[in-house]
């Protein structure tokens, strides 16, 4: 079913959402971007239809939600262990002890990377508890994506027609807002604010600007290829990529004392990744991949080959943050090409090969 709202409407529809949901939406924060009067869209909690960014795409991701950049799991003492909150923990600490489900509003690529951090947090293996006690309370409303943004490249990867795990669609049409609802017990609230009916199909993105060709196979030979030599001077291990891709699930834990003999205190999951310093520091003080250019590859080969392997399709959504973030302007889906290029080269010296032995 669909309906159309005009501002009002959507403003009404908002606000009584907000009672009984945090709602969870891209926002525009003025002057807050990188350089001097450069703005920045980040995930944040609303209560008004004017503090959503439906325009542009937001910079950071909306799995801060579920998995934060730092997350208190529990908290100890001598003599018993407690266990942290939920959603107020992870997204709001102002909001612990919200009862409260969760509306998050994204797009189609986004919705695609739900998929991915459920694979990695609750079908690899063991469900991790953290997490599920924060997904079951989160739905989600998908934002019309009727055009592509720069350095967006959803529609190789195959993420630009968003999976059916959506409660209703937002987008903008003409003077107002049209919206899908796959929720039927929200139909009368929409009936309340809506100026019409009518059949609304969720707009998606056909074309992207941004093209990338992802290898079917990669030999194992290429982890020694050339092709990642170049990143070892041009990439700093800012980490900043795998920090705003809506698909990297990397983490550390730390432990805080409260007392000096370190018995009272709480236990942090923080995010980390492969390619930041200390990640892969393993006892005695060994490191694996110091090499940016090794951190590269082993990113990579995961996003667009390894994680295939295990789950069937592969954990890059194509929504280009990383490249929009990357303060050393190096483009993934470049990585990608080169990698796609560097497997062709192979193919070909092989079969050439072979075809002398034969």
Known sequence: MGYVLDGEGLDGLVRELARDYLVFAPVRKVGAGRFTDVDQVIYDFVDDASQIELDAKSDYSFKELLTPLSQTLFYYTEDQVREAGGIGSAGDPAREGDTRDVLVLMRACDLHGVKRLDAMYLHNGPEDSFYRRIRDRVHFVLLGCPQTFEHCFCVDMGSNVAPDNWEFSLERSGEGYACAVENESLLPLFERYATASRDVVPAHVTQNDVHVRVPKTVPLELRTSPVWDEYNHRCIGCGR?????????????????????????????????????????????ASYRKQHGERMRFKVLHKVYDFRQRFGYDMCVGCGRCDDVCPEYISFAACVNKLSDAVDEWDAQHEGSVARDA
């Open 241 to 285: 990529c795998t920090l705003v891709c809506p698909t990297c699930t990397c983490f550390t834990m730390q432990d805080v004392a409260y007392t000096e003999n370190g018995r009272v205190g709480e236990r942090r999951r923080v995010q980390a990744s492969c390619m930041i310093d200390g990640y892969s520091t393993v006892a005695g003080g």
